[in-house]
């Protein structure tokens, strides 16, 4: 397994795109002056109903990144943006590599003790952030005086939108703060001004997106520029974007789906990119019937929610041709209800803050296959310029069929993490990243995601998978979620036990639902208890917290 030519997934690229491509520019900056410099009226960002223009994005970044140079911020800096998803997070992006900055991504929903921990460890000078995560959050964790942040510069939800303020957003007025600089005020004093021009290399850092910390602390893993354009063109060919298409923001821009299947594709099509200020599923579902986006990205738990919602029967999903999700597993079943009730096939893809967004992929049009034996569904192929292995224990590559950790290596993957060399060689040795996650290569080529290694379960021995005993469970027509982690059990070590929630107006007993999955898999893995809750634990991104389900339990036993 050591020539690309030897891989059978060659053969399962659809047809026209090519095994290797080239990465189009030096750096994401380039990506979007090139663009705005050849369309520049064409639609950078719908915010709600309001649009903003490239040339318009262009002018308001160079004016902030001079109030940053004019306030001493200098070459390789950081700078924190702490918000939702709105178009000043884009603004501040571009600012920061005009300034020839490294941007740092903090997700909205952390609070004092998290924000604090990434801005010590990034070394942030500047912190971007909402008005009301300054005063509710930020403003304690920068007076302790433990990080590094001198300036800070605050904005408003409100500020992009042209006429009625949607519901979603529950502001009427800006409140600035007296200690505070103003975004918008900021940008109208340096209207008039340019920075001057910055040479951003392949190999610098573009930004900082911090890992959830599931196996520890977070980690600040070094997105480079190289990373960043490599997998916006990845995008772009693999999914055939043209300026035609317009791409729909239903994942966090922190996240690292959001930053590249949302922003930095969006300026190398370029095509205009809809933001919704957060996820919120009649929200959601206006702007795909007010713009018809027709490409997006998002966790399969917003597909869910999509259809779930009360308000979703009679929309019109009809443009959305190229829908793609990754960052959890997807149960077979929920891609067939999504296709029965939209019209529309979701396409799986796969990889990590590490693999800066796409390691591998189904090709557009192409339906995965599921393995016969596990249920699970394909997460595609390895995408362009991309190797992956399939290891044991031990790093040794396994035969085809058989289950190992997967270990990718290719121009998305970072370089390592940030201040952290000793990680960066356990996980990232030689560039290589070994990600964590199990899984195995069938003889035709696709991939196969079993499951996280710490999510195993061993019942009596036996070993079981959460995600298998998970896709079982979304096969009955009530269950809209379902989460399956491992609880203490003195007769078998560990049992199964599942949570699940409900579709609206379903329902279903915990007999009926655990008889469901015991004529469906073998007796050591079918769910000995069923909690049902209105909502599973979820990171911002959508993904299933099983971690924090398995705290509770645990918590439970030990009183």
């Known amino acids: 397994m050591s020539g690309y030519s030897e891989y059978p997934w060659r053969a ?13 520019f030096s750096s994401a900056l380039d990506m979007f002056k090139s663009s705005s410099a050849a369309h520049p009226n064409n639609v950078g960002i719908w915010y709600f109903d309001s649009p903003i223009s490239l040339s318009e994005m262009d002018k308001q970044s160079d004016a902030l ?79 302790s005086g433990n990080s590094a942040v001198d300036i800070v510069i605050t904005t408003n939800e409100i500020d992009y939108v042209v006429g009625d303020i949607p519901s979603i957003l529950k502001v009427s007025k800006k409140s600035i703060a007296a200690d505070v600089s103003d975004m918008q005020n900021l940008i109208s004093e340096f209207s008039d ?78 095509m205009p990119l809809v933001l919704g200020y957060r996820f919120d599923a009649p929200t959601i579902l206006d702007l795909i019937e007010k713009h018809k986006p027709t490409f997006t990205v998002g ?47 979701i396409h799986n893809i796969y990889g990590l803050t590490e693999t800066t967004s796409p390691s ?48 990718t290596s290719g121009p998305q993957v970072v370089s390592g993490y940030w201040n952290k060399p000793e990680e960066t060689d356990h996980a990232i040795p030689g560039g290589e990243l070994f990600t964590g996650d199990v899984g195995f290569m069938d003889s035709d080529g696709w991939f196969y995601i079993v499951d996280r290694k710490k999510d195993q379960i061993n019942a009596s021995g036996y070993k079981v998978w959460p995600r298998e005993v998970e896709d079982v469970l979304y096969e009955h027509s009530a269950v809209r979620e379902a989460a399956v982690i491992g609880i203490p059990d003195d007769y078998r070590g560990e049992s199964v036990k599942a949570f699940v929630s409900l579709r609206p107006g379903e329902s279903v007993t915990e007999a009926a639902l655990i008889a469901f999955c015991k004529e469906r898999m073998a007796a050591y893995k079918y769910p000995r208890e ?11 991104t959508g993904k299933i917290l099983r971690r924090e389900l398995r705290a509770a339990e645990l918590a439970k036993h030990k009183t």
């Open 299 to 345: 966790a399969i738990t917003v597909f869910i929610a999509l259809i779930s919602d009360p308000t979703a029967a009679g929309r019109n999903f009809s443009s959305l041709r190229k829908v793609y999700s990754g960052g959890a597993p997807i149960a077979p079943s929920v891609v067939e209800r999504f296709k029965s009730e939209t019209g529309a096939y």
């Open 360 to 407: 591998h992929a189904v090709p557009m049009g192409v339906q995965a296959p599921v393995d016969p034996t596990s249920g699970a569904l394909s997460v595609g192929v390895p995408v362009f310029n991309t190797m992956v292995r399939i290891v044991d224990e031990n790093g040794k590559n396994v035969s085809v069929g058989e289950i190992g950790e997967i270990v």
């Open 65 to 143: 990144a001079c109030a940053l140079l004019a306030r001493g911020f200098q070459h390789g800096d950081r700078l924190a943006v702490y918000m939702q998803n709105l178009p000043q997070f884009v603004i501040s992006m571009l600012a920061t590599w005009k300034a020839g900055g490294v941007m740092v991504s903090v997700n909205p929903m952390n609070k004092e003790r998290e924000l604090e921990t990434l801005l010590v460890d990034s070394g942030a000078r500047v912190l971007v952030t909402q008005e009301a995560l300054w005063e509710d959050v930020a403003r304690g964790v920068v007076a």
């Open 12 to 24: 399962l690229y659809a047809e026209g795109i090519p095994h290797t491509i080239e990465a189009p």
């Open 530 to 540: 069923i909690e049902f809750i209105d909502e599973l634990p979820k990171t911002v």
């Open 193 to 270: 001004k340019v920075p001057p021009i910055v040479s951003l290399k392949f190999d610098e850092v573009a930004f900082l997106t911090y890992t959830s910390g599931t196996t520890g602390p977070p980690k600040g893993a070094r997105n480079t520029h190289g990373n960043v354009v490599f997998n916006s063109a990845t995008f772009q060919r693999w999914m055939n974007l043209t300026d035609k298409d317009i791409v729909l923001g239903v994942a966090p821009l922190f996240h690292i789906t959001g930053l590249i299947a949302h922003i930095a594709v969006s300026f190398l099509v370029p």
